[in-house]
């Protein structure tokens, strides 16, 4: 954990820098193929620093996201595997050092692909969920790829352009709001959404 708080603190240093947004770019990226740390808290020191610059910002971390969302769907697609089943290194070396991302996971993720298709790309970038895990899984099983670069970009805009609206809207009082709170909010409105639509799918 400790590593972890040091490498949330050396994120957060970049927005007292000129290099903020390129730092932005490169962390959203990094964060959906391997990164440990999310990109929201940059997003939001960045936007409250200058927050006629929000949505641009959130521009930025969507996609620089999607793009290294691409990346993890080609690290699994073509460098997961050493043979039928068989794991490469560099998979393995995924599995012993990434935090949240085991073999478990791995597989348990294939069968959330198989029952929820596109919903399971959208939910893995709009919430919490280790958004690495899917792309890189995706690639693995070969979900379609049209369609996982479709989900991935209206889920990582969804997140990110929602929590830009809210810092450009209300600035500092909702910081420890969205520090708090968002990622359970993001979880319940996805729980929704997908609810509705598994009501639909029955009703009809």
Same mark, same amino acid.
């Given at each position: 954990?400790?590593?972890?708080?040091?490498?949330?603190?050396?994120?957060?240093?970049?927005?007292?820098?000129?290099?903020?947004?390129?730092?932005?770019?490169?962390?959203?990226?990094?964060?959906?193929?391997? *990164?440990? %740390?999310?990109?929201? /808290?940059?997003? !939001?020191? #960045? =936007?409250?620093?200058?927050?006629?610059?929000?949505? @641009?910002? $959130?521009?930025?971390?969507?996609?620089?996201?999607?793009?290294?969302?691409?990346?993890?769907?080609?690290?699994?697609?073509?460098?997961?595997?050493?043979?039928?089943?068989?794991?490469?290194?560099?998979?393995?070396?995924?599995?012993?050092?990434?935090?949240?991302?085991?073999?478990?996971?791995?597989?348990?993720?294939?069968?959330?692909?198989?029952?929820?298709?596109?919903?399971?790309?959208?939910?893995?970038?709009?919430?919490?969920?280790?958004?690495?895990? *899917?792309? %890189?899984?995706?690639? /693995?099983?070969? !979900?379609? #790829? =049209?369609?996982?670069?479709?989900?991935?970009?209206? @889920?990582? $805009?969804?997140?990110?352009?929602?929590?830009?609206?809210?810092?450009?809207?209300?600035?500092?009082?909702?910081?420890?709001?969205?520090?708090?709170?968002?990622?359970?909010?993001?979880?319940?409105?996805?729980?929704?959404?997908?609810?509705?639509?598994?009501?639909?799918?029955?009703?009809?």
């Amino acid at each position: 954990m400790k590593i972890v708080r040091k490498l949330y603190d050396w994120v957060l240093h970049w927005s007292q820098t000129p290099y903020g947004p390129i730092a932005l770019f490169i962390l959203a990226f990094a964060e959906a193929s391997f *990164f440990p %740390i999310p990109p929201d /808290a940059l997003l !939001i020191a #960045l =936007i409250l620093g200058h927050r006629k610059k929000a949505f @641009s910002f $959130a521009l930025n971390c969507t996609v620089a996201s999607v793009l290294g969302a691409m990346l993890g769907y080609v690290i699994g697609h073509f460098l997961w595997w050493s043979g039928p089943n068989e794991f490469s290194s560099l998979a393995l070396f995924f599995f012993n050092n990434i935090p949240g991302f085991t073999e478990k996971i791995f597989f348990d993720v294939k069968a959330l692909y198989e029952e929820w298709n596109f919903w399971i790309i959208f939910t893995a970038g709009f919430t919490p969920i280790p958004y690495k895990v *899917f792309t %890189i899984s995706g690639g /693995a099983f070969e !979900i379609n #790829l =049209i369609m996982f670069i479709l989900a991935s970009i209206i @889920s990582r $805009a969804g997140r990110f352009f929602l929590v830009a609206l809210l810092i450009w809207k209300f600035g500092e009082q909702i910081k420890g709001f969205i520090d708090k709170y968002f990622n359970w909010l993001a979880v319940a409105f996805t729980v929704l959404l997908l609810g509705g639509f598994v009501v639909i799918k029955y009703l009809l």
